[in-house]
């Protein structure tokens, strides 16, 4: 029998980490003096000793490591837990090489206009999705509701007259709301289609224009698309021109809330570019 210093210089492990997987039922001594309290370990656990103190060194957690000394397979767990490391480091050199690419992005900001554009109708389909699971929301499922509404509109004699497009606004707390919408040449009833289906005329407005072109260079999907970056800053400036003009304190965001960003893919155009707008206050 060993007493607890002797096991730790032989395993590798301290005293005090003993002494914590005692008491956590990770690894209890063969025997503990009544009387002096020393604990004492047997020979034949030096393997299991040895175990964790690897396990654990390899960054294993002690979950698995309880699951390697029940199991008695320690390479099985070893391996998985360097799977799992390798796939995370995957994804990690992923995620930092599209970052890359976005900050290159952001550095060469996209141009800004403004134009005026007369009424448009439009019918869309909504989607509701709780605003943690926006990034869910995948191209298939918005081009299929494109082209059921579709369908619909041709089918009751309403062909859609233009390019589609989408828009992203915020609904009740927590959720978002996606239309995607075709525009129209004349107007459709209020009640056209069903619970699902927005329609209306997008105003006569002045609205400031980002495009992005879609290229090979294309920065990958990101929290903040570097053409939606150009467009809300434009925004801010320019509500932050109009305050000074005017000698009034804007607060922080206050000109953004409730403003509807329309994203339209100009496929017309060559190379197509990517085009946000929303409407100036």
Not at 207 to 236: F, R, S
Not at 253 to 270: F, H, I, K, P
């Amino acid at each position: 029998m060993l007493r607890i210093g002797a096991f730790a210089q032989l395993t590798g492990l301290s005293v005090k980490v003993l002494r914590h997987y005692d008491e956590t039922g990770v690894l209890s001594p063969a025997a503990t003096d009544p009387f002096t309290g020393y604990r004492m370990y047997g020979a034949d656990q030096a393997r299991d000793g040895a175990t964790i103190w690897l396990l654990r060194r390899a960054g294993v957690p002690l979950a698995e490591t309880r699951v390697a000394l029940v199991g008695g397979d320690p390479v099985a767990v070893l391996a998985a837990h360097r799977a799992r490391i390798a796939a995370e480091r995957q994804a990690q050199d992923q995620a930092a090489a599209e970052a890359e690419a976005v900050f290159a992005s952001f550095a060469q900001p996209a141009p800004v206009t403004e134009r005026d554009r007369p009424p448009l109708p439009y019918a869309g389909v909504v989607i509701k999705v709780r605003v943690e699971d926006v990034e869910t929301l995948d191209d298939e499922k918005a081009n299929a509701a494109f082209e059921d509404l579709y369908r619909q509109l041709s089918a009751d004699g309403h062909q859609p007259s233009g390019a589609f497009w989408t828009s992203l606004r915020e609904s009740t707390r927590g959720w978002v709301e996606v239309s995607c919408c075709w525009a129209l040449s004349e107007p459709l009833p209020g009640d056209w289609g069903g619970a699902d289906i927005v329609t209306g005329v997008l105003p006569e407005r002045r609205e400031l224009v980002a495009i992005w072109q879609l290229t090979d260079d294309t920065p990958p999907g990101a929290a903040m698309h570097p053409a939606a970056l150009a467009l809300i800053e434009a925004n801010a400036d320019r509500a932050d021109e109009s305050s000074r003009a005017s000698g009034e304190t804007r607060e922080n965001g206050a000109n953004a809330d409730g403003l509807t960003v329309r994203q339209q893919v100009r496929y017309d155009l060559d190379p197509p570019v990517v085009e946000l707008s929303m409407p100036l206050a």
